[in-house]
Every structure is written in structure tokens, then in C-alpha cells.
């Protein structure tokens, strides 16, 4: 009755997911040529050749990647300490660790080109300290996107990760302790299996929030370090390519498929070993 229940539930996202996705890619997939659609594919298949796209489109592989990992490594210990904690403040701080979801994707990037400007807070700090004659540039590098996103995006690994951990029984941890196992391998051997589930949930909102971001690559990146995002914003509203612009969020959209179906794939095959 229960899983009757469910299925139910899931039916209507199913069938938006059915009308608004797979039937227009389909459409699209069995499109001739000569169509609107099929220039679709024709553009397609030019920039999965074109050397320029393709330093695009690895650029935000690679910078999501990192995005993802930083944050899985920030967050995962944030959440752990919280979920374990007993003190009567760790409600109180996992709401200060998830505030920053409440502001503006604007502001909170804005705050970084005052941070990493040349006349910023850390070019300031190393020129005043002697470190270094000139202000380094580290605005519009991927350092700076790196940095922006991660900020962007660690409190979604922290959500995802603190719901994973919660779920652990701390009885384990007990008992594995009781056995002779350090907290740091009881840690590794028994509290990150059992998380996996929800470090694959925080791998994928956080990867996929990373490739389809546009402020912050935008602001931070500028025009020399373009992303996918930044891309397809050129192709819509600047050069007015639409079969550009639809094929680099195909593109987008295939990248967030494949990582996910990944992380699910490793999470899979690290709970049955």
C-alpha cells in the first residue's frame, strides 16, 4: 500500500518530466536536417569539434569538478560535527551555515570582487604585509570562479550531507569505538559508506548548480574564462545564435545527466563492496 502510495506521488513529476523533456528531445532527435531542429544538431556537431568550444565546455567540467569537491570536503565534516553534536547551539549554527541560501546569488558574488579586486582586501593585505610589490590579478581567473561557486554552493553539501549523516545511527559509531577503532577510522569506515547516498545527492546539486550558474562565472570569470553559461548567454542575447544556444544547453543539460547517473553508479557499487 505504501509503495502504491508513492508511485502515485511520483506520477505527476513523471508526466512534466515526460511532456516538457523527453518528448521535445525526441521531437528534436528525429528532426530532419533541413529543419530548424536538425541545425540544432548541425551546430551540435560543430562545436564538439571546434578546439574553442571544446576549452569551454572542459573549463566547466573541470571547474565544476573542483567546485564539487571542495565543497564535499568542507561540507561533509561541517555536517558531520553538527549532526553528532549535542549542544543545544548546533541548531542555531546549521541555520548560520544554510543563511547564505536566503541572499541574493548578486550580492554574495559582488561581496567576492571586493575581496579579490586589486584595490581589495587580500591584494591590500599582501602588498601592505610586503608579500608582494603589485596586487596579483585574481580576478577574472577560474581561481575566482572556483572560489565564488563554492561559496555559492557549500551550504546545499552541507543540507544534503547533514540529512545523510542524521540518518547514521550514532550507535555505531559507539560500537565501533567499543571494538578498538579510532574516531577517525570509525569516520572513514563506517560514517562515510553509510553517507553516500547523500554525498551523491551533494555532488549532483552541486555540480549541476555549478555548470548552469551564469552570475558568478560571469562576474567573476568575465569574458577571458568563459563558461557554458556564459556561452549560451552570448549565443541568446548577443549574437542572437538560437541553434547555439540550444545545443550548448543540450550540452549543459547531457553533462549534469552523465555525472549524476556517475555518482549514482559509484554510490551503488560502494554499498554492495
Known sequence: ???????????????????????????????????????????????????????????????????????????????????????????????????????????????????????GVIGQLLTGLGVLEEAPQLLYTELAIVLGLTQLFLPLAIISCYSAVSQVDAGLDDAARGLGASRTRTFWDVVVPLSLPGLVVAATLVFAGSVTAYTTPYLLGGSSQRMLSTQLFSYSSVTIDWAGASATAMIMTFLVFLVSGLSSLAARRGATS
Open 1 to 119: 500500500m505504501r509503495s502504491r502510495t508513492t508511485s502515485l506521488l511520483v506520477l505527476p513529476g513523471l508526466a512534466l518530466l515526460v511532456l516538457g523533456f523527453l518528448i521535445p528531445s525526441l521531437a528534436m532527435l528525429f528532426s530532419p536536417p533541413g529543419t530548424e531542429t536538425g541545425e540544432i544538431f548541425v551546430r551540435l556537431g560543430e562545436m564538439i569539434t571546434d578546439p574553442y568550444e571544446l576549452r569551454i565546455i572542459g573549463r566547466t567540467v573541470a571547474i565544476g569538478l573542483v567546485v564539487v569537491v571542495v565543497s564535499i570536503t568542507l561540507g561533509f565534516p561541517i555536517a558531520y560535527l553538527l549532526a553528532r553534536s549535542q549542544s543545544r547551539w548546533a541548531g542555531v549554527l546549521l541555520a548560520l551555515a544554510i543563511f547564505p541560501l536566503l541572499l541574493s546569488n548578486v550580492v554574495r558574488t559582488f561581496g567576492w570582487l571586493v575581496i579579490l579586486g586589486s584595490n
